[in-house]
Nanobody, 128 residues
Framework: VQLVESGGGSVQAGGSLRLSCAASAFTYSTNCMGWFRQAPGKEREGVAAMTTTGDGPYSTYLTDSVKGRFTISLDNAKNTVFLQMDSLKPEDTAVYYC????????????????????WGQGTQVTVS
């Protein structure tokens, strides 16, 4: 599977952005997808993840710092996962990566970058 992210950019604090991640060979190749971010000098961290097996409902996972502000969703017909980011803060500034894997990580591992084997190229999000 290949992943292509889009939707990054620059926004003022309090604004919104929506990231998209289009996946090829989606249905048969992924059981989970997630969004991760990496700020300069920091480790990559999990932001949001969801199971993608079957017709739903899909379990979703959010790191504490984005709960109430970010939403992860799936459009099965378009093989695309979205990250809606509202009420953005300067500390959300990072390169955001989409990731996918055939495995089904335990809930405690859904936001662990090590649970994912396929990654997109990343898209920059800057909040000022």
């Amino acid at each position: 599977v290949q992943l292509v992210e889009s939707g990054g950019g620059s926004v003022q604090a309090g604004g919104s952005l929506r990231l998209s991640c289009a996946a090829s060979a989606f249905t048969y190749s992924t059981n989970c997808m997630g969004w991760f971010r990496q700020a300069p000098g920091k480790e990559r961290e999990g932001v949001a993840a969801m199971t993608t097996t079957g017709d739903g409902p899909y379990s979703t996972y959010l790191t504490d710092s984005v709960k109430g502000r970010f939403t992860i969703s799936l459009d099965n017909a378009k093989n695309t996962v979205f990250l809606q980011m509202d009420s953005l803060k300067p500390e959300d500034t990072a390169v955001y990566y989409c990731a996918a894997d055939r495995r089904s990580p335990l809930p405690s591992q859904q936001l662990n970058p090590g649970s994912y084997g396929t990654w997109g190229q990343g898209t920059q999000v800057t909040v000022s």
